[in-house]
């Protein structure tokens, strides 16, 4: 795990890399790779790459980036890992290359050689990669499948600039940056910035799963699609598997995927919360250990709804793991707000980053350096308890509720619950704008701030985002409960989940793996019918027989808890309320008009009186105001 940065210039115009910044560039995402580091800048001084390096797999000096074939006409950098690169390398030593090192980079380096950039539908893993072919003159970057590693690009004025996280490019750009005002909307009900746009104008998210090919002898620049779940795993393939075969499946895939992502040659781990996802990590990593799996838990002083120390307890005891737990308070939360904002380069509203920040933080001190986590697996398999809402409010009402009642359920109840997800249903049943909304515990919250936020927007961010992608998804035939995974695989998986768990854990030099996303487990889990993954109202019901045998059905049945925060409690009985209102009353939000400061207040007001509970909507601004601090952002109506 590591983190790059680069720039570029065409031929055309008369601008140069300029090496201090290639370096500033690089020097802002230390903490992405303390083991090392270096830059290129070609002859002409036209391209320059950057590189932080945290060694994971072969630590020698073999594995320094950026790394280059003996004939220095091919160059390249590269985060994340290939778990199959042992693989893909015995395919080419048979075809007669010879390696100096014993690394994924240098694999995919001599597969670019062979293969081109085909290389990429080859690799099983993690990444973002850029690589410099002198002799095309081409610059290609590329990132994974499902976008668990980060990737940012700003390409205007003649220059195109990437990297793994946003601070790295303002050190590029000359303009002070200023805030997007659609991508804040969104987040106001998703919690975090859309795809491809970031919270700043003019940077943007690599898409997952997408090539960028930029040409140096004539500043063009194209971005393609290399994968897509729905383009190679329809259910219109006429494959027909009963249970006992999806079960089958997927306990070989996950096996498989678990095991091949322990590969390091240092210290690693998991983060165990009890739950079913952490705890067949647990299981099956001790298969083949021949010693105790390094596991690692975090909880509040708040009792059991805020902590999960007895489940991961008898999960430990029971593979006789080295188990370590960790508990925070409010302060704890108030000490690391500024570091939140700082390392996610952009707000994301989960108050989960407080706990995996602080959790993430005591893994690194206890030595360990890898850890895997349960993240895709609730996407997948349907394992909120929203997956199940949304279905059978679909089936019951959406799909068949005339207009007239729909617009009489919506009035009725914004009335006696303006927040509530659903009234935010029937509102889009009332205008036909979709009605799955994903995660959004936020729901309606833009909706209800349009008629007093001041923001320049371009489309109704509670609509498109979730009916485009929904769209798409049942084009390509998948069932509705999968048009919803859809979804949230491109939205709130990649952009909130995924985000929260990089940038968290690279905060403090931990390489988090998520081997539920092996993009060859995803394929099967979006093949498999809505019918087998909400079975008798169990969420994951597939995923749970698939796991029998494994783990005890204590574990299994347990009813889903989740990693959560106690910021209502926070916001209402704790200091955390009044700091989040002082801190957004005298942002720019409210100084320039964006939103008004009575606003903020009652929306507090009511919290602490128990009428609603706003305390993600505080947090979710609050993150905002902070950011704008911390990053200087200019706000421009």
């Given amino acids: 795990m590591c983190g790059i940065v680069g720039i570029v210039h065409p031929t055309n115009t008369s601008r140069i890399v300029d090496e201090s910044v290639i370096t500033r560039m690089t020097d802002k995402i230390a903490h992405r790779g303390p083991d090392d580091s270096g830059i290129y800048i070609s002859q002409n001084k036209k391209v320059g790459l950057g590189f932080r390096r945290l060694s994971i797999v072969d630590l020698s000096y073999a594995g320094h980036q950026p790394m280059s074939d003996e004939s220095l006409n091919y160059w390249m950098i590269f985060n994340g890992e290939i778990y199959n690169y042992k693989e893909i390398k015995n395919e080419l030593l048979k075809k007669g290359y010879k390696f100096r090192s014993n690394t994924d980079t240098e694999v995919i380096l001599n597969g670019y050689i062979e293969y081109g950039i085909d290389i990429i539908s080859k690799l099983n893993g993690m990444f973002a990669i850029a690589l410099w072919d002198e002799k095309q003159q081409i610059l290609y970057v590329v990132r994974d499948r499902l976008g668990i590693k980060p990737l940012y690009f700003y390409c205007k004025n003649n ?28 987040y106001l009900t998703y919690l975090s910035s859309p795809p491809v746009m970031s919270f700043f104008n ?36 006429n494959i027909e598997l009963d249970e006992e075969d999806y079960i089958e499946k997927i306990r070989s895939l996950l096996k498989e995927s678990i ?28 298969e083949v250990l021949n010693q105790p799996v390094e596991t ?19 999960v430990a005891s029971l593979y006789k793991t080295n188990h370590h737990e960790i508990l ?61 809402r949304e279905y059978q409010f679909y089936n019951k009402f959406y799909n068949v509720m005339p207009n007239f009642i729909s617009k009489g359920a919506y009035n009725l109840s914004n009335m006696f619950y303006k927040y509530h997800p659903i009234t935010e249903y029937f509102r889009r049943s009332l205008y036909n704008n979709g009605s799955f909304i994903g995660g959004a515990s936020t729901a309606g919250f833009t909706e209800h701030l349009k008629g007093v936020m001041n923001l320049s927007l371009n489309t109704d961010p509670a609509s ?11 084009e390509k035939n998948f069932d509705y409960l999968n048009q919803m995974i859809y979804f949230e695989l491109k939205n709130r998986l990649a952009e909130l989940l995924l985000m929260r768990v990089d940038k968290m854990s ?75 209102v002082d801190n957004i009353v005298s942002s720019k939000l409210v100084s320039q008009k964006i939103i008004p400061r009575d606003f903020v207040k009652n929306l507090h007001y009511r919290h602490c009186k128990g009428y609603e509970d706003h305390s993600e909507r505080l947090w979710s601004l609050l993150m905002v105001a902070r950011w704008i601090d911390k990053f200087d952002v200019g706000i421009d109506n």
């Fill in 506 to 580: 690279m905060a403090h030099s931990i390489e988090a793996r998520v081997p539920f996303l092996d993009h060859r487990l995803v394929e099967l889990a979006m093949k498999i019918p809505e019918q087998f993954k909400i079975k008798n109202k169990t969420p994951k019901y597939i995923l749970k027989k698939s796991c029998e045998g494994i783990l005890p059905n204590s574990i299994i049945y347990r009813k889903k808890q989740g990693f959560a925060a106690p910021i209502s409690i926070w916001m209402k009985d704790g200091e955390l309320g009044k700091y989040a």
């Fill in 464 to 474: 498109k985002i979730s009916v485009d992608y929904m769209n798409k998804a049942k």
């Fill in 328 to 388: 925070i308070d409010e302060k704890d939360a108030f000490n690391c707000i500024d570091s939140l904002v700082w390392h996610l380069d952009e707000p994301n509203a989960d108050p989960v980053c407080i706990p995996l920040y602080h959790l993430s933080k005591f893994v690194r001190q206890s030595g360990t350096i890898v850890v895997q986590v349960g993240e895709g697996s609730d996407e997948l398999f349907s394992g909120y308890q929203h997956y199940i």
């Fill in 296 to 314: 690692f838990s975090i909880g509040t002083n708040f009792g059991v709804k805020y902590n999960e120390f007895q489940y991961a307890r008898q």
């Fill in 159 to 186: 220059s195109f600039a990437f990297g793994s996280e946003i601070k790295s490019i303002i050190e590029f750009i000359a303009d002070k940056p200023t805030l997007n005002h659609q991508a804040f909307a969104d």
């Fill in 202 to 237: 003019d940077i943007n998210k690599m898409m997952p799963g997408h090539i960028i090919e930029y040409s140096v002898r004539t500043g063009d620049m194209r971005q393609y699609e290399y994968w897509d779940v729905q383009a190679t795993s329809t259910q219109s393939d």
């Fill in 259 to 286: 095991q091949m992502q322990m590969m390091a040659d240092v210290p690693f781990g998991v983060l165990l919360s009890g739950g079913i996802d952490s705890s067949l990590n647990v299981a099956l990593m001790s």
